[in-house]
């Protein structure tokens, strides 16, 4: 049965990728703030990314009509530059992920997020609801049910960075940690 196959449905989000560089500096930082806290699972390199929508479980058959409509309403868009700002517990009470906050310097991933969402909903795809994009990268997961200290750390690099990639993953579900497989990929201007 294929991993990412839940039924006839498959989980799916599409992400804003990380260029190689940012992608790179965030992982190193990722490293050294989670060593030696075992309650937490680093995210892998190549799973980083900033979750422009998160469509969940779909049917199958509807994989190509919303990558279709995704790519129509992407279509033209500025690539955003986003910065690092912080780090942040998610959620705050209960944490059971550790996130670093990015700031949307113009406003084109709000724009993209508005763009597809509204796109998605309009085709009968996808009800993004009232959450409006809070740009992040998740970079470690806590284990199990184990509760997540606070994290005493430097900053996250600061650097801003350009994410031109847009892709449509499935995430598969494992007991490791969700894997995700990229399904369709464009990129912005």
Known sequence: MDPGAVGEGVRLFLALDLPDGARAAIGRWRDSAVRGRNELRPVPDEALHVTLVFLGLRPRGLV??????ADRALAGLAAPTLAPIGLKAVPPHRPRALAIDLEDRGGEAAAAHEAVGGALREAGLYDPGP??????VTVARGRGRARLGPLEAPPPPA?????RGVTLYRSDLHPAGARYVALERLELA
């Open 64 to 69: 190509e009509r919303i990558w279709q409509t």
């Open 131 to 136: 959450r409006a994009l809070w740009p992040h």
């Open 159 to 163: 650097t801003p960075f350009t994410a």
